[in-house]
């Protein structure tokens, strides 16, 4: 039996190259140029996150212009302390006319500064204090220590003239997407985020694919409805991942087929669930162990029948994950082996926030295993939610943390501290 840090290892070994060549960004192939506008809508919750597959130069400097940093007036600086002349206003998004000689002007945040002005003063300064009132003014008096660039945002002071607006390889990040958008840059170049098939496998699942064949169990009242397939697609999503689910029976030579079919040349990794343990309609288990898939149990609860390699589907090898099909096992077997993965592809940290905190109560668990339990944190202090059953999804649902019982612990009592990952 494996430890967790030998099939994790194992995992990488298998995983993590066909990740590398998408996350190698430099000269890669496997590159899509895609709008910042509809970026903008893809890149939040449910859509992880995009690296960034070749530098980007700034088409412009940033700013463009020299611009107000604050509502004002601009000014030549060498007039500080004088009374000077109000002219026209100057609104943001218009080219003003030079600023003559003892003169100021009123001028907006953002707005272009003058030529011949060289420094801003805020029209807090003034007796109106604000505009619109300080428009009537027919005459203002200059700070006596105004220096010159006060208050003046000055052309490339973020981003001069072809800058790097962001490298390759960095995450695609609301700031950043916001910097593409200041330059002026339609499109970017992204890696192509990684592609798996999410496989749910039983003949008991209802919603069962064409491809592989309508449920058997529909009729019979055995059914059960695929969380599996659900849940692990929105985990996909939240470390950049793009998926596909295919759901198939128990029945190998369906199974094989609908396998080729959905894999095809769009999955760069497989993931599957249930149908690796040791009964008798095991068809992860059965067709794919003849093409190279290794079932070798882990260490730990839930998740223990793992199983993993490379196996010829499509015509070609594909690394294939397996987990056990009850959903809280298939969850936690992610969090523990897959996601730290896949969050290094998308350059995402790797680890959960982690905390070691005092039990609030007593539990057991199997001395020869981790025990990898649901609980919530509370006044400092870690309770437990629901038991270890690997059946128990809703108690998942209101957990807030996984809590990590490790190997050679029979018993945890009041006040021992267990490390736990936020899963918030």
Do not use: C
């Not at 981790?370 to 400092?380: I, K, L, M, S, Y």
Request: hydrophobic share 45%; charged share 15%.
């Amino acid at each position: 039996m494996r430890t967790i840090g030998q099939h994790q290892r194992e995992l990488e070994a298998l995983v993590a190259p066909a990740l590398h060549t998408l996350a190698d960004v430099v000269g890669n192939d496997s590159l899509e140029a895609l709008l910042v506008d509809d970026l903008a809508a893809d890149t939040g919750a449910g859509h992880g996150y995009r690296v960034v597959g070749r530098a980007v130069g700034s088409p412009m400097p940033l700013p463009p212009f020299d611009n107000s940093q604050m509502d004002g007036f601009a000014v030549r600086a060498a007039d500080a302390g004088s009374t000077l002349r109000v002219v026209e206003p100057i609104p943001a998004g218009v080219v003003p006319a030079p600023l003559d000689p003892d003169t100021a002007a009123p001028i907006m945040t953002g707005a272009r500064i003058p030529d011949g002005a060289d420094a801003v003063f805020p029209v807090e300064a003034t007796g109106p204090g604000a505009f619109p009132a300080a428009l009537s003014l027919t005459t203002v008096d200059v700070p006596a220590d105004l220096a010159p660039g006060t208050f003046v945002r000055t052309t490339g002071s973020d981003l001069a003239l072809g800058a790097p607006v962001v490298a390759a390889g960095a995450a695609l990040t609301p700031a950043v997407l916001g910097a593409l958008a200041a330059a002026g840059v339609a499109r970017v170049e992204l890696v192509r985020r990684p592609r798996v098939l999410v496989v749910s496998t039983g003949s008991e699942l209802s919603g069962l694919s064409d491809a592989g064949g309508a449920g058997d169990a529909a009729d019979t009242g055995a059914a059960i409805n695929d969380a599996n397939g659900i849940a692990l697609r929105a985990a996909l999503a939240e470390v950049g991942a793009e998926s596909r689910i295919a759901r198939v029976p128990d029945d190998e030579p369906r199974f094989l087929a609908a396998l080729d079919a959905a894999v095809g040349d769009w999955a760069d990794l497989v993931l599957t669930t249930g149908g690796i343990s040791a009964g008798a309609y095991e068809v992860v288990r059965q067709a794919l162990e003849p093409r190279g898939l290794a079932v070798t149990p882990v260490a730990m609860q839930p998740g223990g029948p793992q199983a993993s390699g490379t196996v010829s589907i499509a015509g070609r090898p594909v690394p294939v994950v397996s987990f056990p099909g009850n959903p809280v096992s298939a969850l936690v077997s992610f969090e523990v082996f897959l996601r730290p993965l896949l969050a290094r592809a998308a350059r995402m940290p790797e680890s959960r926030a982690t905390q070691v905190l005092p039990a609030a109560e007593a539990a057991v668990s199997p001395e020869g295993k981790h025990q990898v339990r649901r609980g919530r944190v509370q006044d400092g202090a870690v309770h437990f939610v629901g038991g270890p059953s690997s059946h128990l999804l809703a108690h998942y649902a209101d957990a807030t943390h996984l809590v990590h019982v490790p190997v050679g612990t029979a018993a945890v009592e009041p006040g021992d501290h267990l490390t736990v990952w936020s899963l918030r």
